[in-house]
């Protein structure tokens, strides 16, 4: 083939630029319902009883409206006829209109049961569907790793998904059913129009596009809207908590901040307003004009069959019933438009569920419960970490030898990388370079649960749960959660025993302001109360103190950390904090600076090498003389 003649066939096989993007557009448009069908199958299985009621009861109340339209005729014609066989003959006969008054009356009845039934449908599923969602939402949650509750695209996600998420799959199986039913009834309404004319039905289905287009084009453009702003949406979100919530409450009255935060709040909702009017306004203005359309189409409609009538063409019934029919046509028309049109919406906002639902999710592949040298404790080699996004590494080069019975101290200043460590030891993240044995065995093949039993940890950010103060103690170990001996044996360990026992009700305290009768603990109680969670796990025997008692004072913090000494003396035991005079209790303490390791040895050690952590130590020291 000559080279010309394949760039004319080349040209002839591409649609052109115009096309394509019309193209583009249709397949962005139907492409969109590929969430239909997970929707309906999610109804389905929310609860097939009800769903089958739905669909028998859409059914019903499709089909019933042409009855009524078509036994209104007959009622008009009988009408007629009764008045000219008494004009005639002088005698009145009532039975057969009657007989059709009696079964309209029974017709509408049974479409007010259909549309009843129908509420009821929607509200139970309403109620089934909403759970279902939110507990997909939460399930997933409870998947995701670390780093995705630290990225805020993720956030965006999840915020899109639990706004609005929730409601649209029963919103769009609503609206389904809803197409079914004015399907049907426009079904039965063109068998009755077409005995009119082919062309009424026609006029019926063009006058509907118009309206149907724009509402398509502006439910796509509110999509986008809301898609974008969801940064927006989320500190909204967050200065409300701030503003009402009691852990701020302090802070926000001592410096004042309640106006200078409600400002921010009113101007975010001011903009997300101002774009909302201005969506509003359009869809709502172009709505209009565009339904006079479908106005100018019924009303040509109407007086079509009126000069039918005047023309003899038609019967008084049969002009009735057109009529009739050409109206609720008409709504039945636009009904179903408006549903594809809002399935199409229902389906954007589907999407956002389905992308967080869809979320990948990294797989612990390990499996092992034990290690090959139960000796050998815990090894760091060679070990570094960049958090997502950050572009300098929060630890580098770390290579450490922790065995049974020894204790090691983490110090140095806030965001070394001493909690990015005890991080990377319970598997909350994996490190980019080197590895991390227990037992002799890497971590990664580890059965993450059977690590994490292994493990005792309290952050220094640590959970103050709404729950009882046996609850919060009993969170330490999921599988004794409501055992009230190991709460107290547990609390026992952590130094907290003393004041629970004093409390009204014991280890039945309600803690926090959130709930009837809570009461709140000082910053102290609190942290014994997170000590005594690491004691829930009697399996542990790697226990880790990363800051948990900031709140207290020297003294109270070096009995603690004695306490906790001697209870974990055939543990390996790690500890951070900025108290050194606790710190050189540890067997091993090692100096971070910077992701790096710039100093390990005794407290001995390091003091004679007169470095960093001496200087430090000897700086504290000269501040409590």
């Known amino acids: 083939m000559p080279p010309s003649q394949a760039r004319i066939d080349a040209r002839s096989s591409t649609p052109p630029p115009q096309l394509d993007a019309e193209i583009g557009i249709v397949r962005r ?6 969430y239909s069908r997970r929707a309906l199958q999610l109804v389905w299985s929310t609860s097939r ?3 089958i009621a739905f669909a028998l009861l859409t059914l019903i109340a499709g089909v019933l409206p042409a009855a009524v339209a078509y036994v209104g005729q007959l009622i008009v014609d009988g009408v007629v006829a009764a008045i000219a066989l008494h004009a005639e003959s002088g005698v009145r006969d009532y039975g057969d209109v009657l007989l059709f008054v009696a079964l309209e009356a029974l017709v509408i009845a049974a479409i007010a049961g259909a549309q009843r039934g129908i509420s009821v449908c929607q509200s139970l599923l309403r109620a089934l569907l909403g759970q279902r969602v939110n507990v997909l939402i939460l399930e997933k949650a409870l998947t995701l790793q670390l780093t995705d509750f630290e990225n805020s695209e993720f956030y965006d996600k999840l915020t899109r998904a639990r706004r609005e998420a929730s409601s649209r799959p029963l919103s769009l199986v609503n609206r389904t059913f809803g197409l079914a039913q004015n399907g049907i009834s426009l079904v039965s309404y063109g068998f009755l129009l077409v005995q009119f004319s082919p062309w009424a039905v026609v006029v019926l289905v063009i006058a509907g596009l118009p309206s149907f287009f724009a509402e398509a084009k502006f439910s796509g453009d509110a999509f986008r809207l809301f898609r974008w702003r969801s940064p927006e949406t989320r500190m909204q ?5 701030v503003i009402a919530r009691e852990d701020y409450a302090k802070e926000v009255k001592l410096y004042e901040l309640g106006p200078l935060l409600l ?4 101007d975010i909702f001011a903009r997300l307003y101002r774009e909302d009017r201005n969506l509003t306004l359009r869809r709502d203005s172009w709505g209009f004009v565009l339904g006079l359309v479908a106005t100018t189409a019924l009303y040509g409609a109407y007086a079509w069959v009126v000069v039918a009538a005047v023309n003899g063409t038609l019967t008084l019934g049969q002009m009735t019933m057109y009529l009739l029919v050409f109206k609720q046509g008409q709504a039945a028309i636009s009904a179903m438009l408006s549903a594809i049109s809002g399935m199409y919406e229902d389906n954007l906002y589907l999407s956002n569920l389905y992308e967080y639902l869809e979320q990948q999710v990294e797989k612990a592949a390990g499996e092992a419960t034990a290690g090959p040298d139960p000796g050998d404790g815990i090894r760091f080699e060679h070990v570094s970490f960049t958090y997502p996004g950050a572009e300098v590494p929060a630890l580098v080069d770390i290579s450490l030898h922790l065995q049974p019975g020894t204790s090691l101290a983490l110090v140095g200043e806030n965001g070394s990388g001493k909690t990015t460590l005890i991080k990377l030891l319970t598997r909350l993240y994996r490190p980019d370079a080197g590895r991390i044995t227990l037992d002799g065995l890497d971590l ?3 059965d993450p649960t059977v690590l994490r039993q292994r493990i005792g940890v309290i952050f220094q950010d640590f959970a103050r749960y709404q729950m009882l103060v046996g609850e919060n103690v009993g969170a330490g170990d999921v599988l004794e959660f409501e055992n009230e001996d190991r709460w ?3 609390a ?4 907290a025993a003393g004041f629970i026992n004093l409390m009204p009700e014991s280890y039945r305290t309600q803690l926090g302001r959130w709930f009837q009768g809570g009461r709140e603990l000082s910053g102290g109680q609190w942290q014994k109360i997170a000590l005594s969670r690491a004691f829930m796990r009697t399996e542990a025997d790697i226990l880790v103190l990363d800051e948990p008692t900031a709140a207290m004072d020297a003294a109270a913090e070096a009995a603690v950390f004695e306490h906790f000494r001697g209870l974990a003396s055939d543990k390996i035991a790690i500890l951070i904090s900025h108290r050194f005079s606790t710190v050189r209790m540890a067997d091993q303490i090692v100096f971070i600076q910077q992701g790096r390791i710039i100093e390990q040895g005794s407290h001995e050690d390091l003091m004679s090498e007169d ?13 409590y003389r």
């Open 237 to 241: 979100m967050y200065l409300e908590t």
């Open 488 to 490: 107290r044996e547990a």
């Open 444 to 446: 990664v093949k580890w």
């Open 49 to 51: 009883g009800l769903t």
């Open 611 to 623: 470095g960093h952590y001496a200087r430090l130590f000897s700086l504290q020291a000269a501040g």
């Open 492 to 495: 026992t360990k952590g130094m």
């Open 263 to 266: 400002k921010r709040y009113r």
């Open 29 to 34: 448009f139907f492409g969109v319902f590929r």
